[in-house]
Every structure is written in C-alpha cells, then in structure tokens.
C-alpha cells in the first residue's frame, strides 16, 4: 500500500536536508569567491614541480585551475541553494 508523501517525509529528514544543504552552499560560496587563491596556490605548485615554465604556459595553468573552482563552486552553491528551498517549501507544507 502506497503511504501519502507526508508519511514518508519527516521533519528529521528535511531539517538534515536544510543541513546539507547549507553546507553545500557554504562550500560552493567559499570556493567561488576564493577560486582565485586556490587556482594561484596550485598553480604555483605545479610550476615548483616543473621546475620552471613560461609565462604563457603558467598564465594558462591559472586560469585552468581558477575556472575548476568557479565551475565547482557554481556547481555546489547551485544544489545546496536548490536543497535548501526545495526542503523549506515542504517544511512548510508539512505544518500545514
């Protein structure tokens, strides 16, 4: 026998959702606005196990590595940001 959707939704689970999804968009933010700190640091450390490269290459591996980041980051605040509405509005819903 199929149970209404209200049965099977707990507050416990939405408010673990609302959970992961604050995380997920803590995350996603700290990665977007610091892509480029990140992408500068591992950039660097790969031109220390090059042992030298040119300014061009180098140039490239930065913007390579920063747009890892905003597209990670992008990517994470957009479900966090998606599972925290998505959680309150049948948190909402449920009280009703």
Do not use: C, H, P
């Not at 905003?70 to 509405?85: E, N, Q, V």
Request: hydrophobic share 50%; glycine share 10%; net charge negative.
């Amino acid at each position: 026998m199929v149970k209404e959707w209200r049965d099977l939704v707990t507050k416990d689970k939405l408010m673990g959702l609302i959970a992961l999804g604050s995380v997920l968009s803590a995350v996603g933010f700290i990665l977007l606005f610091f892509s480029v700190n990140f992408g500068t640091s591992l950039a660097e450390s790969w031109l220390v196990k090059q042992g030298g490269a040119d300014t061009s290459i180098y140039l490239k591996v930065i913007e390579g590595y920063t747009n890892n980041f905003l597209f990670a980051g992008s990517i994470l605040f957009g479900i966090g940001l998606f599972a925290l509405l998505l959680s309150y509005y049948k948190l909402l819903s449920i009280e009703e």
